[in-house]
């Protein structure tokens, strides 16, 4: 299969269903995603669809991928906050968009991958942490953007708190199996609104702000 004429008919796809973003168009005609992905499933990685990275996790359909990052509006000065790092695609979207991410996973074999995958793209600007995004990254704030990858029980009041004044956070939230994709933006007076767009599903956000392991 030849894998450039894939990832343009995958982003011939995402045009179709309403991405209208030319820098998120651009990016991911732009981002090898096969390489976040294994090697035995590279032909895969180009279809609309999510694919298993190891440990019970991951790498979201390039469909939720666009439309989280389109969402955020990046201009390309923003310092933006990533909450589930997983196979690393994600944040190597909002890395080439924005000016800085910050990126938390907590388990230490998939950031492992994650952050040689993003630096054989050269993507230096991506900080990477292992741990409970659930907090965020609070020595870091304020983020002018923020975007989680995992299904929340609910908005973590602590990741408005790290919101800049004009910033926005996207977020799914629901139950255990189905969730929405939540927009909170912070007004430059501080005001927040939330508006709700696609369903989707997603692996549960765990930590302390998030689900239980147990849940």
């Not at 299969?1 to 982003?11: D, I």
């Not at 651009?26 to 390489?35: A, S, Y």
């Not at 989280?68 to 080439?96: F, H």
Request: net charge neutral; hydrophobic share 40%; with cysteine.
């Amino acid at each position: 299969m030849n894998l450039t004429v894939a990832r343009k008919r995958m982003v011939a796809e995402l045009v179709k269903r309403g991405i209208t973003d030319q820098r998120v168009i651009g990016t991911m005609l732009e981002i090898p995603r096969h390489i976040f992905v294994e090697e035995a499933m590279a032909a895969q990685a180009y279809g609309d669809g999510s694919l298993p990275i190891g440990e019970k996790q991951t790498i979201s359909q390039p469909y939720i991928v666009a439309k989280m990052t389109q969402m955020l509006e990046l201009s390309g000065r923003e310092k933006v906050l990533e909450l589930g790092t997983g196979s690393g695609y994600q944040a190597a979207v909002l890395a080439t968009l924005a000016d800085r991410v910050y990126t938390v996973e907590r388990i230490r074999p998939l950031a492992l991958k994650a952050r040689k995958a993003l630096d054989s793209l050269g993507l230096l600007n991506v900080n990477l942490r292992i741990g409970d995004g659930t907090d965020g990254w609070s020595e870091e704030a304020p983020f002018d953007a923020i975007l989680v990858t995992a299904g929340a029980p609910h908005v973590p009041e602590c990741l408005i708190d790290q919101l800049a004044p004009g910033g926005r956070l996207v977020i799914p939230v629901g139950d255990r199996t189905d969730q929405q994709l939540v927009l909170v933006t912070k007004g430059l007076d501080g005001r927040v609104e939330r508006q709700e767009s696609d369903g989707c599903r997603f692996v549960r956000l765990i930590g302390k702000n998030g689900w239980s392991e147990e849940q």
